[in-house]
C-alpha cells in the first residue's frame, strides 16, 4: 500500500502521531503480521474445548476437528456466528430505541418527545394500531410494545417483511428463511453452531439469511423508524465535514458510535447558556459538537452537525490534541481510544453499561434523565479545556461541504412526492440504475481509496449511488455528497440531478439506515410489479470490516441485490462454502456474492451486473 489513505487531513495526523509518538490501527496492523492464515481462511475453532482445531488448508494435516467437523462445517459456522453477531448489534441498537419510545410513551422520559407524529402514525398503522381519534401517547405506547415483541414474536413472522414484494416473501417462505423473531434467530445461530449441532454448510448459511434478514428487516428498520419518530425523519441538510471542522478556540466534542439517543440531547444540550457561559469563562468561544462515525451520521442527518470523520479517523481526532472529550456510546469504538488520550489532555467518556473501556471515564446515560445526564457530561469536556496543551494542538485544515439528509421521505419530497420520476428515469435510462454503497474503512486497505474510486466509476456510468456509514462519510469528505459533485457523472444522471439539485450520492443515513435503502428498493419492485432481485441494483461494501458488514451483506443478497465485497471474507477454506456465496446463492435467492478488491474492476461488475438486469427488465442496457 503506498499511502495508508487518500484523505490529506488523515495522512497529516498519522504523521503527528509518529511525532508525538503514538501508535495508531495502522502500526497495530503491522504488529500482527503475518496474520494467521487459518484464521484468514476461516478454517479455524473453537466452539469447544476439545479444540481449538484447525483445517490444514494444503491438505497435508487434519482435514477434520477432534469432533469430526470438515471445513465446510467450520466455515460455515464462523460465517453464521458473524452474522449473529452483526444482527445482534444492529437489533439490540433497535431495541434500546425502541425501549425510550416506550419511556416516552409513559411519561418516563420527558426529554424525548416525539417529534415525528406524522411517521408515528403511519409506522403504528403498518403495524394494525387504530389511530384515528386516539392521543400520541397512547399510539406511541402500543406501537413501542409492539415493536418490542418482534424480539421474541409468537406470530412466526417480523412484520416489517411486509414491505418486502410478494414474489420475495413466498421465496423466503419457500426456502424456511422468513425471520421468525429477532431474538430468536440470533439465539437458534447460537444454539446450531454449538458443537455438534448444525453441521450442514447449507444449512447453516441458510440459518445466516435467515438471521439476517431479521436484521435489516428487522432491528434496523425499527432502529430507523423509531429514531425518525423520536428525533425527527431526516430532511436535506448541509454541513461541513473532516477533521478541519476542530475549532482551536473551542470545546470541541466527538460524538462516537452509533446510537442517537444520548447524542440527538448532547446536540441541544450544548446550546445551554450556563454551559456557554462556563466555557466563554475558561477561554473558549463555544461549544464546537462533532460527529464521528454512525452517530456522527445520525446527528449529520436530523442537524447537520460537523463530522469529524470515518472508522479510520477516531484516534487521529485525538491526535490533533485539539478534543475535550470523545463521548462514546457502543459499536465500532477502538479499546485503543483511552491510551491514546493518555497522550494529550483529551476525556474518553462510555455512557453505555453495554460498552465499557478501561482506562476511559464511565458516565452512565440514563434515557430517564437524559438532559441532566448529557449536561454532566459535556460540563466535563468544559473543564478540561482548561488542561489543552496548545503546544501539542495541530488541527488540519481540511474540511469539506456536504449535502445529506436524504431519508426515504425526503428523496420522495425531492422527487415530488412519488417515485414515478426515479422510476422514470430507470425505464428511459438516464439513470441506469442504483448501487448502496456501505461499510467501513479497513486499514488493510489504503482508507477511503475504494469508496470514492469505485462511486466515481458508478456515476460515471450512470448509476445514482445511496450510501450509508463510513461509505458516506467519505463521499463527504471528498464533496462528493455535493450537487456540484453531479458534474462527475454521466450526461443521464447528471440531468437528473441537475433537474433536483441533488448530489449524485445520496447519504441515506448510519449503518442500520441501510434499511432505508432495502424499503426505497422494495417499494420499487412494488411500483413495477416485480421482486427486488429484478432490479439493475448492486450493493457494495469496499473497505468493510465489522461483523454487522456481514450481516448486512447477507441481508442484501437475501433480499435478491446483487453484493460486492472489497476486502475478502474469512472463508476461501472451504470451496463449497466460497461457491455457494459466489455463484450457487443466486440460484437459490437471486443474488450472490461477489469478492473484488480492485474498485475500477469491482464498478465493471456493478455495471455488468445492472446492464444485464435492464435487458432482463426489457430495458435498453
Ligand atoms: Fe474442534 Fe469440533 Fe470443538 Fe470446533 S467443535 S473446537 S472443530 S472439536
Ligand atoms: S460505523 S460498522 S465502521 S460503517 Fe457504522 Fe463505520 Fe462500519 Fe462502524
Not at 32 to 45: R, Y
Not at 283 to 298: F, L, P, Q, R, Y
Not at 311 to 325: M, N, P, S
Not at 425 to 436: D, E, P, Q, R, T
Request: charged fraction near 20%.
Amino acid at each position: 500500500m503506498s499511502e495508508k489513505s487518500v484523505d490529506k487531513a488523515t495522512l497529516k495526523m498519522i504523521k503527528k502521531a509518529g511525532d508525538d509518538n503514538v501508535k495508531l490501527a495502522w502500526d497495530r496492523l503491522v504488529a500482527q503480521q503475518p496474520q494467521c492464515g487459518f484464521g484468514q481462511l476461516g478454517v479455524c475453532c473453537r466452539n469447544c474445548n476439545m479444540g481449538p482445531c484447525r483445517i490444514d488448508p494444503f491438505g497435508d494435516g487434519p482435514d477434520t476437528g477432534v469432533c469430526g467437523a470438515d471445513a465446510d462445517t467450520i466455515v460455515a459456522r464462523n460465517l453464521l456466528r458473524a452474522i449473529a453477531a452483526g444482527a445482534a448489534a444492529h437489533s439490540d441498537h433497535g431495541r434500546g430505541i425502541a425501549a425510550t419510545l416506550y419511556a416516552s410513551a409513559r411519561g418516563e422520559a420527558r426529554d424525548y418527545p416525539i417529534k415525528d407524529e406524522a411517521k408515528l402514525k403511519a409506522v403504528a398503522t403498518e403495524f394494525g394500531i387504530v389511530v384515528e381519534g386516539r392521543s400520541v401517547q397512547e399510539i406511541a405506547l402500543e406501537l413501542a410494545g409492539a415493536v418490542l415483541e418482534e424480539f421474541g414474536t409468537k406470530k412466526g413472522s417480523l412484520q416489517f417483511i411486509n414491505r418486502a414484494p410478494v414474489q420475495r416473501r413466498e421465496l423466503w417462505d419457500k426456502l424456511g428463511i422468513t425471520p421468525r423473531g429477532i431474538d430468536r434467530e440470533v439465539v437458534e445461530s447460537m444454539h446450531r453452531t454449538h458443537m455438534g449441532v448444525d453441521n450442514d454448510y447449507t444449512s447453516l448459511i441458510l440459518q445466516g439469511l435467515r438471521t439476517a434478514l431479521s436484521d435489516g428487516w428487522g432491528g434496523s428498520c425499527i432502529a430507523t423508524e423509531l429514531s425518525d419518530i423520536l428525533f425527527g425523519t431526516p430532511q436535506p441538510v448541509k454541513g461541513v465535514c473532516n477533521l478541519g471542522v476542530l475549532m482551536e478556540d473551542q470545546v470541541n466534542i466527538i460524538l462516537h458510535g452509533h446510537e442517537p439517543t444520548l447524542s440527538d440531547i448532547i446536540v441541544f444540550a450544548a446550546r445551554d447558556e450556563e454551559l456557554l457561559a462556563e466555557a466563554r469563562q475558561r477561554g473558549a468561544s463555544g461549544i464546537n459538537v462533532c460527529g464521528m462515525c454512525c452517530t456522527g451520521n445520525e446527528v449529520l442527518m436530523r442537524h447537520g452537525v460537523p463530522l469529524a470523520g470515518n472508522f479510520l479517523q477516531q484516534e487521529l481526532a485525538i491526535v490533533t490534541g485539539a478534543v475535550e472529550a470523545v463521548i462514546v456510546d457502543v459499536q465500532c469504538i477502538m479499546p485503543s481510544l483511552p491510551q491514546i488520550a493518555g497522550c494529550y489532555h483529551t476525556k474518553v467518556i462510555s455512557t453505555s453499561p453495554k460498552a465499557k473501556f478501561p482506562g476511559a471515564l464511565h458516565v452512565p446515560f440514563d434515557e430517564h434523565n437524559a438532559m441532566e445526564v448529557a449536561k454532566k457530561i459535556l460540563r466535563l469536556a468544559v473543564e478540561n479545556y482548561s488542561n489543552r496543551r496548545r503546544e501539542k494542538v495541530s488541527i488540519p485544515s481540511d474540511r469539506m461541504e456536504y449535502m445529506a439528509g436524504f431519508s426515504v421521505e425526503a428523496l420522495l419530497a425531492a422527487l415530488g412526492g412519488t417515485l414515478s420520476p426515479l422510476i422514470d428515469a430507470l425505464k428511459s435510462g438516464s439513470v441506469k440504475g442504483i448501487a448502496g454503497v456501505v461499510g467501513c474503512n479497513n486499514p488493510k486497505y489504503r482508507q477511503d481509496y475504494s469508496h470514492l474510486t469505485f462511486i466515481r466509476e458508478l456515476i460515471k456510468n450512470d448509476i445514482l449511488v445511496v450510501a450509508t456509514g463510513c461509505a458516506a462519510i467519505a463521499c463527504a469528505k471528498d464533496g462528493m455528497l455535493l450537487p456540484g459533485a453531479a458534474d462527475e457523472a454521466g450526461e443521464g444522471l447528471k440531468a437528473v440531478c441537475k433537474g433536483l439539485n441533488v448530489p449524485p450520492v445520496l447519504h441515506m443515513g448510519s449503518c442500520v439506515d441501510i434499511s432505508r435503502i432495502l424499503t426505497v428498493a422494495a417499494a420499487i419492485a412494488n411500483a413495477l410489479g416485480v421482486d427486488i432481485a429484478d432490479l439493475p441494483l448492486v450493493g457494495a461494501a469496499p473497505e468493510w470490516m465489522s461483523e454487522k458488514a456481514v450481516s448486512i451483506g447477507a441481508y442484501v443478497i437475501g433480499s435478491g441485490i446483487f453484493t460486492i465485497l472489497g476486502t475478502v471474507p474469512p472463508v476461501l477454506g472451504s470451496k463449497n462454502v466460497a461457491a455457494l456465496l459466489t455463484s450457487g446463492a443466486d440460484e437459490v435467492i437471486g443474488a450472490k456474492f461477489a469478492v473484488e478488491e480492485d474498485p475500477v474492476a469491482a464498478a465493471e461488475l456493478a455495471v455488468k451486473h445492472i446492464a444485464g438486469k435492464r435487458v432482463s427488465l426489457g430495458l435498453k442496457a
